[in-house]
């Protein structure tokens, strides 16, 4: 069956510019998750959805992150005023129920350039 | 709070068993995981321990010891392809999200 797909798979925007990065979460999952990488590093906890809504937003750095996952399936991402930190992988994954035993698939993630 | 460490860089040759080891902390222990993720791909997920002792997969096996705060990876027969980066991970408290150490790069040699 398909994945958690991502879109766009690169995006390379001007500081300041506004950007939203897509996920389509596996049929069925009803927990989605956004977690941040950079070069070198473990993932980096953003948000995460159960359906509709986000049971915990603690990891978004500062209020230019926010996201929606309006009917509960697809989850955008959206960063305003961006800024050269903010270039990183933005890695979406899903799991079926969100218990913590369950397995996270992950997306093939959006690099994300801000110069 | 909460953390894993892992050392940052293994090198072993192929058909070689090699360990790589995460140590962590945390208020609340939940099970730990192992992912496995090539250059520039996503995290693929390899094993979750909750209880201690060994887990064995194919070539691949995970141990937990709670009281010690300990997990390692062994991978056996060792594969050009095994060469990637090997992050453990644990779900924080009565989130789900994940919190990761910052990898293992694995380097196998012909």
């Known amino acids: 069956g398909a994945g958690v797909s991502q879109t766009p798979s690169n995006k390379v925007t001007e500081k300041g510019k506004y950007v939203e990065l897509r996920c389509d979460p596996i049929?069925?999952?009803?927990?989605l998750y956004w977690y941040r990488q950079s070069l070198g590093q473990g993932p980096e906890f953003l948000i995460y959805?159960?359906?509709?809504?986000?049971?915990?937003d603690s990891g978004l750095p500062n209020d230019r992150f926010f996201a929606v996952r309006p009917e509960g399936s697809v989850s955008t991402l959206k960063i305003q005023r961006t800024e050269r930190g903010d270039s990183a992988v933005y890695l979406c994954?899903?799991?079926?129920?969100?218990?913590?035993?369950?397995?996270?698939?992950f997306g093939p993630g959006t690099r994300l350039l801000v110069l | 709070g909460q953390s894993l460490e892992q050392p940052s860089e293994v090198t072993a040759v192929e058909g070689a068993i090699v360990q790589i080891n995460c140590t962590y902390q945390?208020?609340?222990?939940?099970?730990l995981s192992w992912y496995q993720q090539h250059a520039g791909e996503a995290p693929t997920f390899l094993s979750y321990?909750?209880l201690d002792g060994l887990e064995e997969k194919g070539r691949f096996s995970s141990f937990l010891s709670r009281s010690k705060g300990y997990s390692y990876l062994l991978l056996k027969e060792l594969q050009m392809k095994d060469s990637a980066s090997y992050l453990c991970?644990?779900?924080?408290?009565?989130?789900?999200?994940?919190?990761w150490g910052l990898g293992t790069s694995l380097a196998v040699n012909p």
């Open positions: 049929s069925g999952h009803t927990a």
């Open positions: 991970a644990h779900p924080a408290g009565n989130n789900r999200k994940l919190i």
């Open positions: 321990n909750v």
């Open positions: 959805f159960q359906g509709t809504g986000a049971a915990d």
């Open positions: 945390t208020s609340g222990f939940y099970g």
């Open positions: 994954a899903s799991s079926l129920r969100g218990g913590r035993a369950e397995t996270q698939y």
